[in-house]
């Protein structure tokens, strides 16, 4: 069995991880994820709010403290591309080129800057309504007041692939879902549209996704 720390961006994700992915890892290859939710910040009181990426500096911080964890394999992130904030790694420089050129460029510049052998951070092509737009058809069955709007926002994403539906502030995945289906809430029904549409079919669609399972598989893979 090998350990592997999670570090969400919000309550959707950690969800996900939880119920989704971490059965599907562990059937397959023992993989243990075990999510940690970002902290945004502590009141003077000490109480400590989660949920949300606010500064790169507290991103750090969190991630420099599970690393201290001697027990776990790895220390792994899933957090949106879309909305990073300005001090991300890389950011100031990003280069011009496909969205998975891009993302792979932040990812590069964060574990360099994060500096340590067991970390492996990973951005999700633009942020998790990604996944659920692999089967928009799903959403007609969860929000079925809407369903008559299935196909004009299978019209808006034409033949756009999952992960190249773009971070513009009207046009990412959540903007589009909410232009059609306006009742949908992302911790209500996002785990819920994403169980459904299994995460093998995810894979099959979001080839950067994919990329990261592999690479958590490949922890057993070399312990064999």
């Known amino acids: ?19 989704a992915l971490s059965p599907y890892l562990w059937q397959r290859c023992e993989i243990l994820l075990m999510p940690t939710l970002a902290r945004t ?24 403290n599970l690393l201290k964890d001697s027990n776990a394999a790895l220390v792994t992130t899933m957090m949106d591309y879309y909305g990073l904030p300005d001090d991300f790694p890389g950011k100031d420089a990003l280069p011009i080129g496909t969205p998975y050129e891009r993302v792979r460029h932040l990812e590069g510049a964060f574990k360099n800057d994060i500096g340590h052998s067991h970390f492996l951070p990973f951005l999700v092509l633009h942020e998790f309504e990604t996944f659920v737009l692999v089967e928009p058809a799903k959403l007609g069955m969860v929000l079925p007041q809407y369903k008559d709007k299935v196909p004009t926002l299978e019209g808006n994403i034409g033949s ?18 909410l232009r059609y289906f306006p009742g949908y809430q992302k911790r209500l029904h996002g785990p819920r549209l994403v169980q459904g549409i299994g995460l093998d079919r995810i894979r099959r669609k979001c080839p950067h996704f994919n990329e990261w399972l592999e690479q958590l598989v490949s922890l057993c893979v070399a312990e064999a």
């Not at 720390?5 to 939880?18: A, I, S």
């Not at 910040?41 to 420099?64: A, E, N, P």
């Open 41 to 64: 910040k502590r009141t003077k009181s000490g109480q400590t709010f989660k949920g949300g990426i606010v500064s790169y500096r507290q991103v750090r911080k969190d991630i420099l």
């Open 160 to 177: 756009l692939p999952p992960e190249e539906i773009d971070e513009g502030s009207q046009t990412h995945p959540t903007a589009r879902i």
């Open 1 to 19: 069995m090998k350990r592997v720390l999670v570090y969400v961006e919000g309550q959707t994700e950690e969800t996900f991880v939880r119920d």
